[in-house]
């Protein structure tokens, strides 16, 4: 386990996007102000949405017009006669609709107002989140009082729980009342609890949320006044809080049928039965057991200042050029973690994946209505699930994708005439831009950001990354290869063969948010390759579908995703980059997508294998620029970090901890986004590791600043845990586990042994004895290459040893 790692302040959060400290249980979020008087709790249930089917928009269709495939064959036919007046023309016909889209609400706040308690009267306030235990809190003591409140998000509970104490008998005195919440809410008060009941005026979602009030010892009266309910003299008080709505992700009508009262009510009891010692217990054990996978030092020192200090301090040395010191590393620690801690708290099995904010919304009119955006921020999110040991995050997003299915047959069927019936079931499904908890797939309402035929094969390569990382064939037989099956169908359908271009393209592409309209973009087209690509990869591992897998194979070849600009030397973002008559009006020379270089990341068609696609890959990023919103920066430095290049990947994570990170360390687009924040846990550990050449890359692109240091617990393609520990820049120890008996392998110098040792004897407590101790089997060390193979086995743990 590792210690210390706790974001902590001395003063209550003003602004909720800059202060609040969040936690959640991937269905439930609550964001903590903290406030010495008056606590403000921020509340969320991930599936309240307004928009989709509603009595009140009996045509609901997810957006899509019908008949815009005519459109789409005359934009095709004007572009390859390189009439753009008329392409232009007809772009707006290629869109989809508005009403119905929604956005992420929220469920408003719980206030509790102290008697007694004010500012000027206090010390030693403290305000922090433990990511050792996820467990938030307020303390501060008053006139020989200590007040404590402490906060929790239980997954296994399906509860919020908070426990509010007085270290002397009888000066606990609040009020508590909801504000904020949905205007069709009523509220009802009773002996002990508080609650919202409706349903949205938008479409009718019914939702309840509900606190229970209990007093711990008995000490103290809880009553009710009107819309509040008073505790008075109470000791110690712990609110349990439950949410439901009767939405589910199942098309088309996305309701239950469950009433939310019932699984509210259900909930509170169980955890009232339960009490709040042993949900602490169940829900600390639940979380380390996925936290605690992983491990990372680098020679930080926890400091005892606290973390907006420790983050102005980052700033002044990113600002002044001066060197990082153990501080500074621990804050780089702290965020690496908070990154693992943000996608578990707001991704969890059985939930909506993770949004634009996680699962921490306090408007009901958010930013990108809160959404799933898939042109690169619903990826990004994803990106650490696997490398940073949290598959279990992963499984939201696949049932999500799934469910953008049936949908997308509708939208595949009406912009590109791709038709699934009784004779071709399941014959492809569309997604684009953006997209909501109601199977919102048409193109957005305007062409040049909502118009995206890649999106849906961006999200199967993270399906994909899934099957690599775990080799879980039966999860992949059930659940990823129908999508990917379909969408190759899909594909396969879509892409028409350009003679000028010689090649299967995409048509129109638009380059995520920049650029002009054109033919086979280079991020359509390295997208669409390399989902094809996997889907041969796939069918072939499970013995399926030969003959589509054998056209998926041929058009992939036939794609040529990338060309080299003559006059640059960079890697094109257009096929038609070079030509004289290129239309530049829309071309951002450092705009913050840097789309055409995903097969470098995350996919991996431009590797150490192509050396002239890397370096025009990296004169195209040296070309962007070393600044952007934060996921922005992110997604170079994965960029950088696959170029082998640590040095300047770092250049951009300190400029992303300095520029676009707030107080609260959540990441700054501007505003709140957390794509930064999770894929930033990629990006690092991206630094330390990688294993997408067919073997494993220890400290692959290591930055100077960080010469000493060590991980437990990354993850490897394949089914492979690490552990690492490195000095002078140079590995020095190894310890490598597996999830299958296979071989192994490692690029690195020679190792001098390797030990097999048997897990049982650790677990035992043993730890690893030398009779324990066997050489591993069929060790071969390649000079050339420089790569050691090994079999190794899942009931041993392997020790290499330099
Ligand atoms: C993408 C980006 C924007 C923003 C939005 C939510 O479309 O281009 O910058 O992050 O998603």
Redesign the pocket.
Known sequence: MQENLCLRYDQPAKVWEENVLPIGNSDLGASIMGGIRQEQIILNEKSLWIGGPSPSRPGYKGGNVSGSVTYLRQVQKALQEKDHKTVDGLLEKLTGETDGYGAYQTLGNLFLTFDGVCEEKTSSYQRYLDLNEAVSGVVFSQEGVQYTREYLASYPDHVVAMRLCADQKGTLSFTAFLDGYPESGTVTVDADSLSCTGALQDNGLRYQERFLFELADGEGEITAEGQRLQVRHATQVIVYFAAATDYANVYPAYRSGIDPADLVRERLEAAKAKGYTAIRQSHIRDYQELFQRVTLHLEEKPVGVFTDQLLREYRRKTKEHLPYDAADHYLEVLYYQYGRYLLIASSRDGSLPAN?QGVWNESNTP??CC?Y?I???LQMNYWPAMVANLRETATSLVDYVDSLREPGRVTAADYYGIVSDEAHPENGWAAH??STPFGWTCPGYVFT?GWCSAAAAWLDLNLWEYYLYTEDTEYLKAKIYPILRESARFYLQELCYDEEQERYVSSPTYS??HGPVTIGNTYEQSLIQALLQVFVKAAGILGYDAQLSGEAARAAEKMKPYQISQKTGMLQEWYEEDEEDFDTSEVEKHH??TSHLLGLYPADTINYNTKELMEAAKKSLNDRGDDG?G??MVMKMCLWSRLGEGDRAYVLFNNLLADRTHPNLWDV?PPF?I?GNLGAVAAVSELLLQSHMGYIQLLPALPAAWQNGSFTGLCARGGFELDLTWEQAKVTGLVLRTMHDKVCRIRTEAPQQILAVDQSSKINGQDGSEEAMAKADNISWNEKNGIVEFAVKKEKEYHILF
């Open positions: 634009l930013p990108w959404d955006h042109n690169v921020n831009t953006q950001w995520p948010e913050r997508h919103t996921w922005g687009h986004q794509d």
